[in-house]
């Protein structure tokens, strides 16, 4: 099966960020996606930057494609300076984060659409449960060639990217224990979870069609990797991240995602062998992360040398800074650092619950709030 990649000239930049929909009194999740969609898509100057998802009770607000961390989070703010009012106005604030508190997964509503009712239909029980959102960052990449192997390499820094943005640690009104219960949950669907990978596109286009004749996958759309090819675009798409509440730490997980993908094509195309990790080293190290979050001592290499996640983050961002310089997200790499330091979404949304007397509205009233300040600042 023969799949074309459109390579893009330059490691350009596009963003899609997945919001909940939650009551602006109840702060329950309400199905009224198609209502934001409609009034908000009538004041955009660019409609195709909002977008439906799975759910009724879920928008997706993505940029064009950029050339730096920027001008896709000016992108952002200006999509978002439109929908979230009109959300208001519907009466219902935006929710970044991976999973919702304590909304009931059998209350909720299907979007219409041929596609997501058979994904239902496959699915079943798992796929009603997706009460899940996250970021996902496409990375314009040259060469069809050198695809697969970045793919691969990029797993080596699965658990820091996982980390920084755990924040679905609770479900179903349930403290899990996770600091990232979405990531796990999402791998249940047949085609999600961690990639497959490979040395060679053949190799690729072979798995592709295999599951396409076998009646796996319709399309490529069809696949829903952590990390995947997006052929279509010319891009290598991560889809890692939990949702985010913080546009400032979007802006930082983006340039972190961007520098990684173009260090390591830039590495390639000179020649350089890429570092990769067998298959279960990466399962373990996203377990880690999923689980403990920034306090997981990940693998760091075949050799089973371990370290904790946060120490390593420091000297990968280090290694990093020239990149950033020529990519010109010096800042917005410099402040990954920072979330740590103000600690993690998970951590922030137990320190409500537990300051609260485990009032999860209080939760979603401060995951609203955050998105709202930053937003403004």
């Known amino acids: 099966m023969r799949i074309d990649f459109h390579a893009s000239a330059e490691p350009t930049l596009g963003v899609e960020w997945e919001f909940a929909l939650v009551d602006r009194v109840s702060r329950d999740l309400r199905s009224v996606a198609s209502e934001v969609h409609e009034l908000a898509g009538g004041r955009l100057d660019n409609p195709e ?59 909720q509503q299907l979007t219409e659409g041929h596609r997501y009712a058979e994904l239902i239909n496959r699915t079943q029980w798992w796929g009603r449960q997706m009460l899940i959102w996250g970021v996902h960052v496409h990375v314009g990449m040259p060469e069809r060639d050198r695809v697969m192997p970045v793919l691969a390499s990029m797993l080596t820094t699965y658990p820091h990217l996982l980390a920084l943005s755990a924040s679905s640690p609770i479900w179903a009104g349930q403290d899990t ?84 993908v173009v260090d390591l094509d830039t590495r390639l195309a000179a020649g350089e062998t890429l570092p990769t990790m067998p298959p279960w080293q990466v399962q373990e190290n996203k377990w880690r992360a999923a689980r403990y979050g920034l306090d997981a001592i990940v693998i760091l290499d075949d050799h089973n040398r371990e370290r904790l996640v946060t120490d390593d983050l420091d000297d990968l961002l280090e290694r990093l800074t020239p990149v ?39 939760v979603v009233d401060a995951l609203v709030a955050e998105l709202a300040h930053s937003l403004e600042s």
């Open 324 to 362: 950033a310089k020529r990519l010109d997200c010096e800042a917005e790499l410099r402040s990954v650092a920072d979330i740590p330091t103000r600690g993690a979404s998970y951590q922030r949304q137990r320190a409500v619950a537990r300051e609260s007397g485990g009032d999860l509205v209080a």
């Open 177 to 260: 224990g996770y600091a990232s219960n979405r990531s796990l949950m999402f791998q249940q669907l047949p085609t999600a979870g961690l990639p497959f990978t490979f040395d060679t596109w053949s190799e690729f286009e072979k798995c592709i069609g295999d599951q396409t004749t076998t009646g796996i996958i319709d399309s490529m759309a069809d696949v829903r990797w952590d990390i995947r090819p997006a052929p279509r675009l010319g891009t290598l798409e991560n889809r890692v991240c939990d949702g985010m509440s913080d546009i400032g730490e979007v802006a930082a997980v983006t340039a972190l995602v961007h520098c990684l």
């Open 49 to 107: 930057r909002l977008h439906k998802e799975l759910l009724r009770n879920t928008v997706e607000v993505v940029t064009g494609i950029c050339d730096t961390v920027g001008e896709a989070m000016t992108d952002l703010r200006d999509t978002l300076s439109v929908v979230a009012p009109a959300a208001r106005e519907v009466g219902v604030d935006l929710l970044g984060a991976g999973s919702h508190p304590f909304a009931d997964w059998s209350e």
